[in-house]
């Protein structure tokens, strides 16, 4: 007899899917609906994924599931493809992707319905207020909605009662808010774009069905003004458009463009939410009320039924890869999602991925370039400032501070750059030398001046700074080396008179903080802004001619094959925060290795000759575009549990076989202590992807059965962007 059973997914870190039977008297939830399914003590909201005639387990341990959440599915077919995709891509348990991915409110079994936003008018019924004396609260809600509708929450605090009397009295009638009854301010007027931005927006609208664009445009050459022409083109075909944007917080000017020139179509959609806003931009999303929805990676997910465009901003950012969990990226889940629903997708950067630049050079993206940029501002100019020999005020150099000074007494704005927080990465007992180093990580506690601790940056661990050294008593412990507190504390001395502004993770934590100190910025109450990468992201500072980056050359060192490709987009995307208005902006990039042929291919060819260069030697070593890599990682307790425990899974492949696929290692992480637990890894590198995901498929279910397995922490990392 054939019968019916429901394939679900749970949010568990299980790599399959389970087996139901539908309610007794329920009609089965189609595939993409939530139910309620015995599992474990509590029960699970779970995703039915699809229908089976068949159970993969025991007639004896099939159960009826509690009960359907939707009656409809949360999202159509080429989304619930997109996911099952995306989980056979990284490897993922179908439940962390389908059901981990939904707004944690939609996890916990929430309706999926809109919430009506009700207002109030008066009826044509309604009498003169005047005439109300001895209703004096009731005369005071006819009054106030007089002036036309208004939505509950605007109405005096307690009114709920008085209102419902009113409508009793069918004076005053209750709608739903709609959207169009709220006017929109009338948008900016747009510039005209320039014939670079127009052949970029012709060529994303021509493409019939999918077709993936790299917009290589230098920093402020308008790729926001082409990501704005062309959605307008496609919301006037009735359809949506998604933004996909790197840390919206940091960029809170990119959300207002959007605003002023879609308005109430605007949806936002990002992790610092509360649960319910974000439920509810997720449901204006899926019912088509919001035409443009904005969000950081996890928007990827978001049901869109009238999708028409997608677009990457910054796509090089590696704040779209998900980094613990469910470790997907979601530039390349934009890709997929694109061919899948066949719309075009449109990746924008100044400093694009080596990745993007790749399949651009295969013809797999097509590059659109903008060259110049837009209005009448100028590129900025780079330049070396070797510091060897020089007396140096900390981290500024005196060409430096020359150069500031400069620009100060013309009452323009300079900005020092910075990759490092706190006020110096090391404290030192000047009389024996004593470190304090963190006890779980493998590394040295950072200082924090102001707040008077020290800090582990690996681990979040934090003690009360020592009045004297641990081993000698000494009360002569030295700060060395510098982060962007102490050059705050630096620049301060050098030029009293002017107001020193530090941007970072410290500086910005209340909420609030860091709008208040972009405006300051742009309100011109800044003079010189000290910070960290926060500083590089999308911002428009007009005023800002100067760009100091104080030490070019810790990105020299590090171990990462990625490192010289992070360097150089970070070094053009601080500088293209300068120059930005009517005057020319300079960047000095200070240095010990002004010979360094890396710092020397940057400033010579430029990013784009740069990134060419180091795609070749990326080549030459077999490093990713050109391979690809999927990293097994393990933590455990002990020192020695993770590395064992990858040596079996070693075998395990050496037993299926890995022909196409190099396994390197294990080998201890390079920080091997973190948090306490003892970290290694195991690298897999393939030229082609096919026999890489042939192997991870056979091989992790093995891998997961190993009783090894249940004694340490392990992860799957597809496509790893950094091996740290
Ligand atoms: P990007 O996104 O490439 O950094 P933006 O779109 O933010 O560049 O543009 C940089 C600045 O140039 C903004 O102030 C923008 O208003 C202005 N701009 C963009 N396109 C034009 C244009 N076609 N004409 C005049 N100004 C423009
Ligand atoms: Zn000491
Ligand atoms: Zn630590």
């Known amino acids: 007899m054939s019968r019916l059973i429901l394939k679900v997914a749970i949010d568990a870190p299980l790599r399959h899917l389970f087996d139901y039977l539908p309610h007794f008297n329920q009609p089965p939830p189609a595939p993409g609906c939530r139910v309620r399914v015995p599992f474990g003590r509590r029960g699970q909201v779970g995703l039915v994924v699809a229908h089976a005639d068949h159970a993969d387990v025991p007639d004896a341990q099939l159960r009826h599931i509690h009960e359907a959440i939707d009656d409809a599915p949360l999202f159509g077919a080429p989304l619930l493809e997109l996911l099952r995709r995306a989980a056979d891509y990284y490897h993922a348990p179908p439940g962390e992707v389908l059901v981990g991915t939904l707004p944690g409110l939609l996890r916990a079994g929430r309706p999926a319905r809109e919430q009506v936003d009700w207002q109030w008018r ?3 019924t309604a009498p003169a207020p005047d005439t109300l004396g001895r209703a004096p609260r009731q005369a005071e809600l006819l009054r106030a909605l007089a002036a036309g509708p208004q939505a509950q929450s605007a109405l005096p605090v307690g009114s709920a009662a008085v209102l419902r009397t009113l409508l009793d009295k069918g004076w005053v009638v209750r709608e739903p808010r709609d959207a169009s009854t709220r006017q929109d301010p009338a948008p900016p007027a747009a510039p005209a774009l320039t014939s670079a931005q127009r052949a970029a927006v012709e060529a994303v609208l021509a493409a019939s069905g999918f077709g993936a664009f790299l917009l290589d445009g230098v920093t402020g050459s308008g790729k926001t003004e082409v990501y704005l022409s062309a959605i307008e083109a496609v919301l006037a075909t009735g359809r949506q458009a998604l933004v996909l944007v790197p840390e919206i917080s940091l960029t809170p000017q990119t959300e207002a463009r959007f605003r002023a020139r879609f308005g109430q179509a605007v949806a936002v959609l990002h992790s610092g939410l509360p649960d319910g806003e974000r439920l509810a931009a997720w449901l204006a999303a899926r019912s088509g009320r919001a035409r443009v929805l904005i969000g ?28 613990d969990g469910f470790r997907y990226h979601a530039r390349d889940m934009a890709v997929l999602r694109a061919r899948i629903e066949d719309v075009p997708v449109l990746l924008g950067s100044a400093t694009p991925s080596l990745e993007s630049l790749a399949h651009g050079r295969v013809g797999q993206y097509r590059t659109v370039h903008l060259r110049e940029r837009a209005g009448s501002a100028r590129l900025p100019r780079l330049e070396l400032l070797d510091v060897r020999h020089q007396r140096m005020s900390g981290l500024v150099s005196p060409a430096l501070a020359a150069a500031v000074r400069e620009e100060l007494v013309a009452g323009r704005q300079v900005m020092l750059f910075l990759n490092r927080r706190g006020y110096a990465p090391v404290l030192l007992c000047h009389a ?4 304090p180093k963190c006890q779980r990580c493998d590394a040295h506690y950072t200082l924090h001046r102001t ?32 982060g962007t507190e102490r050059i705050e504390a630096d620049i301060t001395a050098l030029f009293p008179e002017h107001t020193v502004l530090r941007v970072d993770r410290d500086s910005t934590r209340r909420r609030g903080a860091l709008d208040a100190h972009l405006s300051a910025v742009r309100d011109g109450r800044a003079d010189i802004l000290v910070g960290t990468q926060m500083l590089a992201k999308g911002h428009h500072f007009p005023a800002v001619t100067l760009v100091g980056i104080l030490d070019a050359d810790q990105g020299l060192f590090a171990a990462d094959f990625r490192a010289s490709e992070r ?4 070094i053009y995307q601080v500088a293209g925060r300068c120059g930005r208005g009517t005057q020319p902006g300079r960047v000095l990039i200070q240095t010990h290795q002004p010979q360094h042929p890396v710092l020397h291919a940057l400033l010579q060819g430029g990013y784009g000759v740069f990134a060419q260069q180091l795609l070749k030697e990326r080549e030459a070593a077999g490093w990713p575009p050109f391979t690809h890599l999927a990293l097994l990682r393990a933590e455990a307790p002990g020192a020695q549990e993770a590395l064992w425990f990858l040596g079996e899974t070693l075998s395990l492949a050496a037993e299926l076989g890995h022909a196409g696929v190099t396994l390197l290692g294990p080998v201890p992480a390079p920080m091997p202590k973190r948090a306490g637990r003892f970290r290694a890894q195991l690298l897999l590198q393939a030229d082609r992807r096919a026999p890489l995901h042939a192997l991870l498929r056979s091989w992790l279910p093995a891998v997961a059965q190993l009783p090894a397995a249940r004694k340490v922490r392990w992860s799957l990392d597809v496509d790893p962007i950094d091996t740290y």
């Open 122 to 124: 008066l009826s044509d």
């Open 296 to 323: 950081t990676r996890s928007a990827v997910f978001t049901p869109l039924p009238a999708l028409g465009l997608i677009v990457v901003d910054e796509e090089h950012d590696a704040s779209y890869k998900q980094q």
């Open 567 to 570: 360097l150089a987009q970070t």
């Open 432 to 435: 024996c030398g004593w470190v």
């Open 451 to 482: 707040r008077q601790v020290l800090l582990c940056h690996h681990c979040g661990g934090e003690r009360p700074l020592p009045p004297s050294c641990a081993e000698c008593a000494s009360g002569d412990l030295l700060p060395l080396g510098a």
